[in-house]
């Protein structure tokens, strides 16, 4: 369960509440970008459930605290086998449920160590993906968590990553 939504997703949920077509949100390169179609009639964000390190659950690193102007991980781990990264499964989601006041629904992701030495996560967020004003499909980190302690994951193991989206009334 994630507490540490970061800028892009209040920029970029406000721009759909609002139903504005145009909002300017930085990506996680640090640049600012002109994000278009975000209306509830044209919706344009997404997270892509493929085996990658781009989009959807990531994870890094990093232990710089968390702050509101995060922009991305700090040291995000790569999808790959080589040193110090780790083999990203498919992102599967389960339907949404309630439960008492609460509505919620998962993502999850499974991590594999296959780089020959043990790597330790830190912190871990969401990536999405939304079109900028240039027609180009831009990364943006929506949360970003500190993972206290860190998860060590032994070469040949694997972690799983799950985030619970919900809301209780």
Known sequence: RSHSYVIAFADIFYAAARQIDTVSVIDTGGVARTIVNITVASPNLYMDTGAISTSGPVVGTGTTAVAIGDTKLQTQIDHGTGVGQLSHSAVTATAPSTAGSTRSWKLQKILTNN???????????????????????????????????????????????????????
């Open 115 to 169: 780089s020959g030495g043990s790597i330790t996560i830190n912190e871990c967020g969401l990536y999405a993906r939304c079109m900028d004003s240039a027609g180009t499909v831009r990364i943006f980190c929506l949360v970003r968590d500190l993972v206290s302690p860190g998860q060590t994951v032994i070469n040949g193991a694997a972690a799983v990553l799950t985030y619970t989206i919900g809301v209780t009334a």
